[in-house]
């Protein structure tokens, strides 16, 4: 009942050259799987209209929490939505490492990111420090509380748990310690929104590849990726589609 979600976050890579790569995504045939990319900013206008010609919905990678204003350099979410975004990461660990941004910060975005009708792509995900001290699920339940505003459903909101020691890494948690976490997202999800909770999808991000796509697929509450460097090449994304179209 949950549609299969393949999203990309294109982080800081991608110039206009990178838009052939985009196309060919777009024209990648699913019917089982809706696609997402999220391309940098500057790309947002271009990736929507390479994007409109097949079937993938285009993101942003953050957005400020006020409508407009003072706030040099940020983008509104209104602004995403008008360059033709349906979708915008918010939370992710690189924003919240990098740019210090805090549970209630990231609250302010998803709120921000609805009022403009856009999907917030809510990330989460725990240190290695933290899952070596058995921390993991106090810090994705408390990731969770703090930054999921009231009012989520299926249709406004996915969910990434993203572990940071796995994004870029090449490492992976072992699969049972996927589903434990995404069993007890779903759990929590459902404990505080009922049904609507039941129809969030939760992704898993962090060294996603062709190789490993198929068992991560097969975890219990995976319902697609969060996808960085294997989205910068269509031939490894499409292969991770069809590796969900599968599962
Ligand atoms: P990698 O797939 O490059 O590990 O990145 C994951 C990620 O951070 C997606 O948001």
């Known amino acids: 009942m949950r549609r299969k979600l393949a999203a990309g976050n294109w982080k800081m890579n991608g110039l206009g050259s990178a838009l052939s790569e985009l196309a060919a995504i777009a024209g990648c045939e699913t019917r089982q799987t809706d696609l997402l990319i999220c391309p940098p900013a500057t790309l947002l206008g271009r990736a929507a209209d390479t994007a409109a010609a097949g079937s993938c919905a285009i993101g942003g990678q953050d957005c400020h929490a006020r409508e407009s204003g003072a706030h040099t350099g940020d983008i509104s979410a209104a602004m995403l939505a008008d360059a033709g975004a349906s979708h915008v990461l918010v939370g992710h660990s690189e924003r919240r490492s990098d740019h210090g941004e805090?549970?209630?910060?990231?609250?302010?975005?998803?709120?921000?990111?609805?009022?403009?009708?856009?999907?917030?792509?809510?990330?989460?995900?725990?240190?290695?420090?933290?899952?070596?001290?058995?921390?993991?699920?106090?810090?994705?339940?408390?990731?969770?509380?703090?930054?999921?505003?009231?009012?989520?459903?299926?249709?406004?909101?996915?969910?990434?748990?993203?572990?940071?020691?796995?994004?870029?890494?090449?490492?992976?948690?072992?699969?049972?310690?996927?589903?434990?976490?995404?069993?007890?997202?779903?759990?929590?999800?459902?404990?505080?929104?009922?049904?609507?909770?039941?129809?969030?999808?939760?992704?898993?991000?962090?060294?996603?590849?062709?190789?490993?796509?198929?068992?991560?697929?097969?975890?219990?509450?995976?319902?697609?990726?969060?996808?960085?460097?294997?989205?910068?090449?269509?031939?490894?994304?499409?292969?991770?589609?069809?590796?969900?179209?599968?599962?």
């Not at 001290?133 to 106090?138: K, M, V």
């Open 102 to 247: 805090s549970d209630a910060d990231v609250c302010a975005k998803t709120t921000a990111a609805w009022a403009a009708g856009l999907t917030a792509v809510l990330c989460l995900g725990e240190s290695l420090a933290q899952r070596r001290s058995g921390d993991t699920l106090a810090v994705i339940g408390a990731q969770l509380a703090g930054s999921l505003p009231d009012g989520a459903n299926g249709d406004n909101t996915v969910i990434a748990y993203e572990p940071i020691w796995a994004i870029g890494s090449g490492l992976i948690p072992e699969m049972a310690q996927i589903a434990e976490v995404h069993d007890f997202l779903r759990r929590a999800l459902v404990e505080r929104l009922g049904d609507d909770g039941d129809r969030i999808r939760l992704l898993y991000g962090g060294s996603v590849k062709p190789g490993n796509a198929t068992e991560i697929f097969a975890v219990s509450n995976v319902d697609g990726a969060l996808v960085g460097g294997a989205s910068l090449k269509a031939a490894d994304f499409k292969a991770i589609v069809a590796a969900l179209d599968a599962a």
